[in-house]
């Protein structure tokens, strides 16, 4: 049997926190509480956990800079929480490391099912070298993709473009990241190269590339994959 998800909810808002604590304790998941970001320190001093919820804007500090500073040592998925929904923020969140963003207010099925999308990874991608998404399979270790049990020819960046996204499913990466993993480059003029490797990679591995099932798009941030 598969132990309760561990979460840490940093939120200073503390109608908010309760009514998270108790939604998603009565879907199984166990919540610790933090209302500032020294509190969260002592948190995940005391314990290990699944994920972070976390709001950006508390009474210490910036949510940014504590992404920034867990980073260093810390590869838990990171679930932002903001009220502010500007897309700008959202991007630098992802860029320092967040996993993915919810705006508030936000439907309880939504923030289950991004948990979930997020946590599934870390418990089991890790051990899995290979994934099977459809009637997509991807061997991370022999760095080949099959369709239909048939061999799809990839091109070197759509590859390391498609491993980077699919070795993280539910997270959003930036255009920002994409460009660095495939051309070590950060130039925003640059985003139409990603786009366009996703077009490619839609074309080869998506069943109706108008509406991909895995290769989804964060309209202005970036994509993520879904397995
Ligand atoms: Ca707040």
Redesign the pocket.
Known sequence: MISPLQVLLV???FAIRRLLVDRLAANHVQVSEAGSLGDARLRLGERVVDLILL????PDGDGLGFIEELRQWNDVPILVLS?RDQEREKIRALDVGADDFLGKPFAMGELLARIRALTRRVRSSRTEPILQAGNVQIDFAGLSVLRDGAAVHLTPIELRLLLLLASQPGRVLTYRQMLLAGWSSADPDLHHYVRIVIGHLRRKLESDPARPAHLLTETGIGYRWQS
């Open positions: 939120e200073d808002d709001d950006l804007g508390l009220a």
